[in-house]
């Protein structure tokens, strides 16, 4: 299977489901890392690596012009939301799928720093996003080939990792929540078998 027939599964409603199993994943490895951070810190690091190949390996098995050298392109996206009055019904569904692809491809990369480096500050997590992105951008340019440098790619991408940081905000907060919900019903059962004595 071909990355662009990955992309053909990017739907709106498939990335609000992606996003949601996201959230459900990473709270469940904040409960898990309060218990055991060594363990799921390491099974993070491994998780991030394989995901870091899998971005490089997917980046760069796409296809791509056979001709000319590596180039930076911008303004699709600007042309898409302008009204892309030359695009058909079909290449406008391309784009938004393509753009969806970008922001879910880096969605977790925040999270899985985090939890592998629980030092680490959000903001760094950010950064790094940003900067593997713009690495990736760099190499496809420098590549040559055919390949494109796309500013849309970086923007998407680096939207992908904010909306990463939110997850792990909110995953920590369902952890948070959770962790209280647990200490109440622990509390409430020694209070009932108190009474009962």
């Keep these: 299977m071909s990355l662009w027939q ?3 599964w990017v739907t709106p ?9 996201s959230l459900g994943a990473v709270a469940a490895l904040i409960i898990a890392a309060r218990r055991h951070r060594e363990n799921v810190s390491t099974v993070c690091r491994a998780a991030l690596g394989g995901y870091l190949l899998l971005v490089v390996v997917a980046t760069f098995s796409m296809g791509y012009d056979a001709g000319g050298s590596g180039h930076l392109e911008s303004g699709g996206l600007a042309y898409f939301f302008a009204g892309g009055e030359n695009l058909g019904t079909m290449e406008k569904e391309m784009i938004v799928r393509e753009a969806l692809a970008n922001v879910l491809m880096f969605t977790l990369f925040a999270p899985l720093i985090k939890l592998s480096w629980p030092g680490v500050r959000l903001w760094a997590a950010l950064c790094a996003c940003a900067a593997f992105s713009f690495f990736i951008e760099l190499s496809q340019m420098l590549a040559g080939g055919g390949r494109v440098a796309d500013v849309d790619d970086f923007t998407l991408n680096s939207l992908g990792g904010a909306i990463g940081v939110l997850v792990f905000m909110a995953a920590e907060r369902l952890a948070d929540l959770s962790g209280n919900a647990r200490r109440a019903r622990h509390r409430r059962g020694h209070e009932e078998e108190a009474s009962a004595r």
Excluded at 13 to 21: D, P, Q, Y
């Design 6 to 8: 990955i992309v053909y």
């Design 13 to 21: 409603t498939n990335t609000v489901l992606a996003l949601l199993v």
